[in-house]
Each structure stands twice: as structure tokens, then as C-alpha cells.
């Protein structure tokens, strides 16, 4: 069946310093990709979305591309802020009324 | 605009108590979701409703029941309460875009 796989966490990172949080799927066909993100005390927000092979979304800073060769979708920040501190959710849509299927979930911790 | 609401925020029950948590949203979305946070496992899907008046099963249905009560609101309702239940629970609803939920604070449920 539909899986999702994530980097375990936590990450933790100083200030302006790179990220790279990594994701993998496994599904049948070229579903919609998606990275959400839990602010702690919160729900989860969308953050990005790609629909197809070779797209790259994009919002807030954070950037990933859909790599249907390696069945990736990492999420990247250039210059990560104490404020990108939270959960980081890797998700597919898999099919019937908007379901999606979620990944663990990775932890971010930014210090100044 | 409120989104999406939930209540309570916080709840502790005794194994074996019943009890029923709320949701609503103001978006007009259609479809609505219940979901469990556990630590290291992601969310899992336990109920949805593609509409008013219908609801299926997600990955984790034992154990609960949900009414979608109107457009607005979906309720979920723990019977018999067990240990195992303890976890966050998470409202969402969805318009008809691919991928996009959008998600309710939370309640933090104790079973003891």
C-alpha cells in the first residue's frame, strides 16, 4: 500500500544554517506531494504541494521538488529562523475524497 | 473566520468513561476528518466524511463512532474509553483542492 517515510528526529540547527529534511514515498502511480507543519500548541498548516513529476513547490523559504526517479520529495530551507522550529510532516494524496497518508513527522529545533 | 474549531482542549477520562469530542468549521467545506497524533507514528486517519450525512472509516475505526451532525459539524465519540486512546486528536475539513486539510488545534486526551 501508499507509505510515506521521513528523516528522524529531532534536527537541530543554529541559526541561518541549511536544512534538508528527507522524504520517500511509496505508491502506485505519481500521486500529489505535500509538506505540512505543526507550530507547537497547533493543528497542522499546509506549507507546499506538488502535483506532478519534476514540480517544485515553494512557500515561506522552503523549497521541494517531486523526483519520481527517486521517489523523493526533501524539503530545504537556504537560511533556517528560531521561528521555522517545529513539525514537519511529509504527506500523499491517496485518492477518495482527499485522503492523505502522513509521514511521522520530523522535528525541527532552530537555536539563535 | 475561525476555521476550525475543537473542544475541549484538554480532557482526562477514566478507562471505561465515555465521551465525545467536537468540531465545526465555517468554510463550507464538504468533507471532514478525524485524526490521532501519536509520537513517532504521524497522524492516522480514523473517521471521514466526504459529505453531510456520510462517514467511513479511515486506518484506525476501532473504538469510536462519528456523526456528521450538519455541514458545519463532525463529532467523534469514545464509548468505552481504553488506555490505548490516549493521544491528540485532530479535527480537519477540506475544500475540493487536492491535498489541502485544514486542521483544528487539537484535544489531548488521557485515558487512565
Known amino acids: 500500500g501508499n507509505s510515506v517515510t521521513q528523516m528522524e528526529g529531532p534536527v537541530t540547527l543554529s541559526e541561518e544554517a541549511f536544512l534538508t529534511i528527507n522524504c520517500t514515498y511509496t505508491a502506485t502511480g505519481y500521486p500529489s506531494l505535500f509538506w505540512y507543519v505543526q507550530y507547537p500548541g497547533e493543528g497542522l498548516q499546509l506549507l507546499l504541494k506538488a502535483t506532478k513529476a519534476d514540480d517544485k513547490g515553494s512557500n515561506k523559504g522552503f523549497e521541494a521538488t517531486y523526483r519520481k526517479e527517486t521517489t523523493s520529495f526533501h524539503l530545504e530551507k537556504g537560511s533556517v529562523q528560531v521561528s521555522d522550529s517545529a513539525v514537519y510532516f511529509c504527506a500523499l494524496f491517496s485518492g477518495g475524497y482527499n485522503k492523505l497518508i502522513f509521514g511521522a513527522g520530523t522535528r525541527l529545533a532552530v537555536h539563535p | 473566520n475561525a476555521g476550525v474549531t475543537q473542544t475541549p482542549k484538554f480532557q482526562v477520562l477514566k478507562t471505561g468513561q465515555s465521551m465525545t469530542l467536537q468540531c465545526a468549521q465555517d468554510?463550507?467545506?464538504?468533507?471532514m476528518y478525524w485524526y490521532r497524533q501519536d509520537p513517532g507514528m504521524g497522524l492516522r486517519l480514523i473517521y471521514y466524511?466526504?459529505?453531510?450525512?456520510?462517514?467511513d472509516k479511515g486506518e484506525v475505526p476501532n473504538g469510536y463512532n462519528v456523526s456528521r451532525l450538519n455541514k458545519r459539524e463532525f463529532s467523534l465519540r469514545l464509548e468505552s474509553a481504553a488506555p490505548s486512546q490516549t493521544s491528540v486528536y485532530f479535527c480537519a475539513s477540506s475544500p475540493k483542492v487536492i491535498g489541502e486539510q485544514y486542521f483544528g488545534p487539537g484535544t489531548r486526551l488521557t485515558v487512565t
Open positions: 466524511s466526504a459529505s453531510e450525512g456520510t462517514t
Open positions: 468554510m463550507n467545506h464538504n468533507s
